[in-house]
């Protein structure tokens, strides 16, 4: 289980303590909209984080909770982990933070550690990323982070927009 440090957040793999913040954050319906659309229930956050705590010891990567070095408070959530959570499929990378933190760049900084994280110590081959098509604001985040559109695939049962990064792109962008 790995924790990054960026200048302002600590990503900590999910933990049983994160449960509060976790729930405050996948209840949020701002923050669920291009989810799943509706509030996470307390046996699937429960679950949830069990899930995510297997899957570090399994796999070693999963899901981060974002803590505000600041304050201590859990502002979002991250993950690198297989599309579909299929080990077939590439690995995604992925965000989401709390409504009261939007527009203050935190989405991208967690998310230049996370992929620094799966190039450099997972040595993953590519790197995608899939939002809802209206979600503008997560797309938006894939390209800040120097991903590539690709295009609109089904995923999750959804028609979604695909972003992605080689390797390549990732060591020669440094
Ligand atoms: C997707 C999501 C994480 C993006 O959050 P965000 O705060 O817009 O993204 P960032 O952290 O990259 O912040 C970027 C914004 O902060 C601004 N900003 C302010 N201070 C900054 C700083 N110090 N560094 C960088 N950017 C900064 C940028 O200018 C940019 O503003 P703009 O969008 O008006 O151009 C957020 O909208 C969210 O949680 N949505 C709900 C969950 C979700 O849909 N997740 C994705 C599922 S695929």
Partial sequence: MTVLT??????????????DGLRLLNTDLQVMRY????AETPEETAALIARVKAS???????WWAFID??????????CIQHIQRD??????????????VWGKGYASEAALAMAGFAF?????????????????????VM??????????ERWYNTDTTV????REEWFSRQ
Avoid at 69 to 78: D, E, K, Y
Wanted: net charge neutral; charged share 15%.
């Fill in 6 to 19: 960026t200048p302002r957040l600590l990503l900590q793999p999910f933990d049983d303590h994160h449960l």
């Fill in 143 to 152: 390209q800040k982070l120097g991903m590539t559109y690709r295009g609109i």
């Fill in 56 to 62: 570090w010891m399994e796999l070693g990567h999963s």
């Fill in 69 to 78: 070095r600041a304050t201590g408070q859990l502002i979002g959530s991250g």
């Fill in 35 to 38: 989810v799943t659309g509706r």
């Fill in 120 to 140: 450099e110590v997972l040595a993953a081959p590519q790197l995608v990323a899939v939002c809802h098509q209206e979600n503008l604001d997560s797309a938006k």
């Fill in 87 to 100: 080990p077939v499929n590439p690995l995604e990378i992925g965000w989401r933070l709390l409504p009261a």
């Fill in 163 to 166: 972003y992605g990064m080689h």
